[in-house]
Structures are given as structure tokens and as C-alpha cells.
């Protein structure tokens, strides 16, 4: 009988890379907006700096998740570099150490040392990177789809704000858009626990904490320079 099971961490790479660049579009442009209103600009001047915002943040977001996922890219295929050389060099050595990973998780001596030299023969450097290393085509690096998922989500979050600050009334405006950011924020935390399988309460009072803290000290300085000026 096929037994099917459904397991979340394949969504690791990408599901990371989509809640910090939703979770940055939202706080990010709303606390921009925020802090700008605060300090007396006009609605355009507000939606001005909001859409900059967007497009900034987007780049920024994508570059820097590209730049450091291929550097985590870069460490994990030096790694299997040494580790083919190492196979090619001594093979026993590296059977030995095989060996020792799966007595070490149970397994005895002479089931661990059949195991090993299965694996070996099917894939030795397959075997090694996954129980050796720790890489895996499931959690390997990945910097284009880590770059693209974090951009497209980080847009999507900022587009937000923006959209409440062209339904807001002038009057409403701060509270209004604080108020629905917040909402935004609750949402992507239920979204991404459950996405991730991981608790409700905790993911949603986390964003939504930061985040707030993230707009009232923005909003704070917005202030500031406003009377200041």
C-alpha cells in the first residue's frame, strides 16, 4: 500500500523569502508613509514617497536575497567539491565516516556498514552531501527563486498601504492606515503559520508587535521634523 504523507519543509527556501519580503512591504511602506504624513506632506507628496518606497525596497529585497543565498550557493558547492575529491582520494576513509553518521543514529555496526556501502555504490556523494553535510535538494540554496519570491511578495505587501492611502479621507489617514496595516500584518502571520504548519497566535502577535513598533517610531520622527520644520 502507498502510504502518502505531507511534509512543509520543501516550502522552506521559498516560504522564508516570501514572509520577510511581504512582511518588509507592508512595514516598510507604511512606516515610510506614516512618518512622512506625520511630518505635514499632501496626499501626493505621501504617494510619491510611498511608490519610491516600493520599488527601492523591491530591488533591495531581491538583490540582497540573491546576493546572500548564492553566497550560502558558493559555501554548499565547495563543499561538495572537497567532499568529491575526499571520495576520490579515500574512499574508505569516507566510508568509515558513513559508517560512524549512522551508528551514531542507531543503527549497528555491521547494518551500519552495509548501509554505507549501498549508498556509496548507488550515489556516494549524494549520500555524504545529504548525511554528511546536511544538503539536500529539498533545503538546497536557491538564490533566483529566493530573489524573485522575496521581490514579488515585498511589491504585493507595499502595494497595500498605498491602496489605503488612496481610499483614506486626509482625516482618517493615519489611524486608518496604522489600523489596516496591522490587519495586513495579522493576515500574513495566519498565512504564513498556516503555510508553515507552525502555531497560529504565536506568528500573528509576532508581526503584528514589530510591526507596530516599526510605524509609531517612524511615525514619532515624522513628527518631530514636522514641528520642527
Known amino acids: 500500500m502507498r502510504h502518502s504523507e505531507r511534509h512543509r519543509t520543501h516550502r522552506t527556501g521559498w516560504l522564508r523569502a516570501a514572509v520577510l519580503g511581504a512582511n518588509d512591504g507592508i512595514v516598510s511602506t507604511a512606516s515610510l508613509v506614516l512618518g512622512v504624513a506625520a511630518a505635514g506632506a499632501n496626499t501626493q507628496g505621501i504617494l510619491v514617497a510611498g511608490v519610491a518606497g516600493l520599488v527601492a525596497g523591491a530591488m533591495s529585497m531581491a538583490a540582497g536575497e540573491y546576493v546572500s543565498v548564492s553566497s550560502q550557493s558558493d559555501t554548499e558547492r565547495a563543499d561538495l567539491a572537497r567532499e568529491s575529491k575526499e571520495l576520490a582520494d579515500n574512499p574508505a576513509q569516507e566510508h568509515a565516516e558513513l559508517k560512524a553518521i549512522y551508528v551514531q543514529r542507531g543503527l549497528d555496526d555491521t547494518l551500519a ?16 552531501a545529504r548525511d554528511e553535510l546536511g544538503i539536500s535538494d529539498t533545503l538546497a540554496a536557491k538564490p533566483v527563486q529566493a530573489a524573485l519570491a522575496s521581490a514579488g ?5 507595499a502595494a497595500l498601504p498605498l491602496l489605503m492611502v488612496l481610499l483614506l479621507p486626509a482625516a482618517a489617514l493615519m489611524w486608518g492606515l496604522a489600523g489596516s496595516s496591522l490587519l495586513f500584518l495579522a493576515l500574513l502571520g495566519l498565512l504564513a503559520a498556516r503555510a508553515g504548519g507552525s502555531p ?3 506568528s500573528v502577535a509576532r508581526v503584528t508587535f514589530w510591526g507596530a513598533l516599526a510605524m509609531a517610531l517612524t511615525a514619532g520622527v515624522g513628527a518631530l521634523f514636522g514641528v520642527a520644520a
Open 113 to 128: 556498514a552495509s548501509v554505507a556501502t549501498q549508498l556509496m555504490q548507488h550515489d556516494a556523494l549524494g549520500a555524504h
Open 200 to 202: 497560529v497566535m504565536a
Open 153 to 157: 511578495t515585498f511589491a504585493v505587501g
